[in-house]
């Protein structure tokens, strides 16, 4: 999921953080980006719109519709002359004969009719396609904009999928992508831009909580049903004064909450990795209630850790509070540290722990799962752990299509293979078999050193510094997690690679059938986790559109409400998982996924039940 980047949220004068004592509330222009529709269409043709040529002359042609009526009438009275002829001389075989002609072509008339209204009422273009919009609110601009370009292509794939098996008759499916900049001030701005257009049938988004609180009131009010992916705040589906009313009808999320996030990290902290005491940073968004952190820090205390305080920061990356954190945690002399925070705040800090001569293992809330975190940390993040809300595609049974036919449509990253343990690029079948069996070594060593970790309970950092890793869960063996994760359509590389070369040994075979399926796992895992949830979420819109749109000829008000009413009681096998909301519309089986950060990138651990 997508986490508020405190900076983001603080550079909005929309925002409903409550700023604290002696902060100032910057602010931006707000630059939106214009309506993009993917793909274009012609609207279908308003019956009630003047011409222009009326308008100018006050004359014009007859419609398609009159002139094949006049047509019609014509024939008509041409066939009555005829017969009125032919009746006059009947009684010779043959006037009988050309009455028989006639009595033909006149049965005949009904049908010719008909086609020439049916081919004047579309001027020569079929029947006429009718279009409906789906939105995506996201943030498609900025150093963050990977998640929300991923949530956009999962849906223009859900809907070219949609358009291309007729999912709703007589309809044309479209995509409109509005860039919310992760801002609140850009999110009421795309919830206007939704809540205007005649055609919107339902949003996917967006992703970031305080975007949420702020563009769901003018969602709701035009009645569009709003799916998101990823909102994790607990209160938009919750009032705490009330827990039995629901703050906004027409909202569902496909992700779990903060409560369930904070609950599975403070299991895992004290019970898996055996942490007793624990420091917490918190840059989380301020909505004016317990935040994340906070979560986390009581959870961890039920559980029995000690939680020496909780760091509230800007989260802007200023040296002066990133020095003056870490000297604090090193003060507290902690075994694990909880961050709440930004992936590039995060990053720095943890320069800043090696710094202030601090080993120590972090376990981070889901900001942390982006690039930009490992990239500041290097080698120093080696057996972190990250927790999401969001399970990525390797974890998933059923996403093997999804992948396939995500990657065929917009491609996969390039160098993969050189994230393999052995840092080589993907080899075919037919590399030599020294290379092969350097790859063996390689992962044997690597498995060999990833199994001491485990037994030691410690990963060797730069610098000498050493931190424990997840008892061992780091790296699995390439054959273990290719036989859990290997899906139908994310392996389609290994069976091409591994069928070419009879001049391999067996042995080699396996080394490359090994490779090839480590790099489907991470051709799969290269796609954004969040991605899969848009694109279930675009297509619970389409399966409700399915139910509602056939036979009707614009989206009104009412027809918005029944799509809601679809959605919410529409249950199906999702690429996520089993797709059903309860009556606050949440997701009723939520999960949580935990990796580890090895060389730069996030391996998945394990996933949990979120409920």
Known sequence: MTRDDPEDVAASPGSPRVPRQGEDQASGD?????????????QAPDENQVPDDIQASGERDAPPVGRARQVA???TAAVRAVRHWVGRSARTGRGRALLAAVTAVALAIPSVIGFLLVSASDDGGGVPERVASIGVMARLSGASADAGSSVRNAVTLAVEEANRDGTVPGWKLEVVANDDLSRPDGGAAGADLFADDERMIGVVGPLSSSVAMVSLDRLGEAGLPVISPSNAEPTLTERPEDPDDRPYPTYFRLSGTDEQLSAVAADYAVHTLGRSRISVVDGSPDYGMITLAERFARDAREAGATVPAVHRVDGRSTDDEIEQTARAIRDEAPDLVYLATGAAFAGELRQAFADEGVSVQVLGADGLLSHDYVERAKSLADGDVITDLSVPASQLPSAGAFVAAYTKRFGAPEGLGNLLPDG?????????????????????????????????????????????????????????????????????????????SSDLSEQERAVQRSRDAELAVLRADAIPPVAAYAYDAARALIRAAAAVLPGRTEVTKAARAAVVDAVGAGEYAGVTGPIAFDARGDLRSPRVALYSVLAERFVPLQVEAGG
């Open 30 to 42: 707000l630059q939106v980006p214009g309506d993009l529709r993917e793909p274009e269409d012609v």
């Open 424 to 500: 080589s690029s993907a080899g075919s079948a037919s590399e030599s078999g020294s290379t092969a069996q350097n790859s063996q070594n390689s992962q044997n060593s690597q498995n060999s050193q990833n199994s001491q970790n485990s037994q030691t309970g410690q990963s060797g950092q730069s610098g000498g510094s050493e931190t424990a890793t997840p008892q061992g869960k780091v790296q699995p063996s390439a054959d273990t997690r290719s036989n859990q994760r290997r899906g139908d359509g994310a392996a389609d590389g290994a069976a091409a690679s591994s069928s070419g």
């Open 73 to 75: 009438g014509a024939v």
